[in-house]
């Protein structure tokens, strides 16, 4: 049973920064292609940053050129580097694999004010 706890967010105005940090237990992580997610009030939860085990990675259009995924393997974690936030990238973000294998975490909430 992998178990992911994420930190880092917190309440920030447009234009500001937040890196959020997921750590997981559990073995395997290495091989995975791991994900941040994220779930604003009344929508679906979306795939927003992923990055595979060997370090290429993909993004949300809507965070192109602001957001940036990476991992260290060796500390089973993955991060988020987010800048020039907007108010639309208010959610609560998760972190999982990239097709959500695993158990969700508690999240971390990031809110943007305009």
């Known amino acids: 049973q992998v178990r992911l706890v994420e930190s880092g967010g917190g309440l920030v105005q447009a234009g500001g920064s937040l890196r959020l940090s997921c750590v997981a237990s559990?073995?395997?992580?290495?091989?995975?292609?791991m994900g941040w997610h994220r779930q604003a009030p009344g929508k679906e939860r979306e795939l927003v940053a992923e990055?595979?085990?060997?370090?290429?990675?993909n993004y949300l259009d809507s965070v192109k050129g602001r957001f940036t995924i990476s991992r260290d393997n060796n500390k089973k974690a993955v991060y988020l580097q987010m800048n020039s936030l907007k108010p639309e990238d208010t959610a609560v973000y998760y972190c999982?694999?990239?097709?959500?294998?695993w158990g969700w975490g508690q999240g971390t909430q990031v809110t943007v004010s305009s």
């Open positions: 999982n694999t990239k097709s959500g294998l």
């Open positions: 559990g073995s395997f992580f290495s091989i995975y292609a």
């Open positions: 990055i595979t085990r060997g370090g290429s990675t």
